[in-house]
């Protein structure tokens, strides 16, 4: 008899894509719980956590809209994130993203990737859809040079440093403004 994996997860909602390419995008948002990094500016309650089986998620998210776009985020997903997920979305119709932090390999299958690496981390990836920093000043450069991307962006860090992000892009317009609008209206 197989045992049916179970995945830990912070929340699922519908409600806009804020951040990256498919901003204002609906979109139904699968937050798993758990992460391998601590980043200051974190915006997930790790106190929560609900056990669900691949099925159940699907449901879950099936049952919110007749929207087919999911983005699985975390915390890290990719520490839970496996081809039986991927297939049970897939074969409920679903477009699958991926905001990861790029710690870890990511099954295949992914739809979209979004890639944003975290200062000191020891990224894996090297090829990404986009590539979405949170800018604190720190050297971004070198991120874009080591991870080829269709997109890059710089974001504010909880909005606090637009005006820093906007200078930067005009000097270095290889990269794309990228706002938290979920943080300027309330989008849940």
């Not at 790790?46 to 915390?75: D, K, N, W, Y």
């Not at 975290?118 to 986009?130: I, N, P, T």
């Amino acid at each position: 008899m197989s045992v049916m994996k179970i995945y830990n997860i912070n929340e699922i909602f519908y409600s806009l894509q804020g951040e990256g390419h498919y901003s204002g995008t609906p979109t139904v948002f699968l937050r798993m719980s758990g992460c391998n990094l601590r980043c200051p500016f974190c915006d997930t309650d790790f106190s929560r956590s609900q056990p669900m089986t691949a099925a159940e998620i699907v449901a879950h998210c099936t049952a919110l809209t007749e929207v087919r776009r999911v983005v699985i985020t975390g915390g890290e997903p990719s520490l839970q994130l496996d081809d039986t997920l991927i297939a049970a979305f897939h074969e409920a119709g679903f477009f699958i993203a991926v905001e990861t932090n790029g710690t870890h390999a990511l099954p295949d299958g992914i739809d979209w990737v979004t890639c944003s690496p975290k200062e000191g981390s020891r990224v894996l990836l090297s090829r990404a859809d986009e590539l979405k920093m949170v800018y604190i000043g720190q050297d971004v450069e070198s991120w874009h040079r080591r991870i080829v991307a269709d997109y890059y962006f710089l974001q504010p860090c909880s909005m606090a440093n637009t005006s820093e992000v906007v200078d930067y892009i005009k000097s270095h317009p290889w990269w794309q403004l990228s706002l938290q609008t979920h943080k300027l209206a309330a989008f849940k």
